[in-house]
């Protein structure tokens, strides 16, 4: 019943930009407590890289996107966006979205109740 669709991701060269979308069907944003990005590359683990916190727009960041991604919602379009600036090879990953309801720690993807499906994002050197 409640689906994240995510889209535009694509292949770029370092230093481009790009921005993503989670589009939310089923329930609206105003019900998450967090809403977050995690990407995962070839052989490694899935890793946090944003999140909001619904209720007052607060947004966190993992050390390495700090100063060039920002995450933003739009509660009219009911979509979650990503925008990644000065891209590196070392953003190469599929990104996914995810939401919960719950106030758990919001770096955790064991805590996240909803998944999108992931888009592949590609940095060339």
């Known amino acids: 019943q409640v689906q994240l669709v995510e889209s535009g991701g694509g292949l770029v060269q370092a230093g481009d930009s790009l921005r993503l979308s989670c589009a939310a069907s089923?329930?609206?944003?105003?019900?998450?407590?967090?809403v977050a990005w995690f990407r995962q590359a070839p052989g490694k683990e899935r890793e946090f890289v944003a999140a909001?916190?619904?209720?007052?727009?607060?947004?966190f960041y993992v050390d390495s996107v700090k100063g060039r991604f920002t995450i933003s919602g739009d509660n009219a379009k009911n979509t979650v966006y990503l925008q990644m600036n000065s891209l590196k090879p070392d953003d190469t990953a599929v990104y996914y979205c995810a939401g919960k309801y719950n106030s758990i720690t919001y770096y955790r993807a064991q805590v996240y109740n909803f998944w999108g499906q992931g888009t592949q994002v590609t940095v060339s050197s």
């Open positions: 909001i916190r619904w209720s007052d727009r607060s947004t």
């Open positions: 089923g329930r609206t944003y105003s019900n998450y407590y967090h």
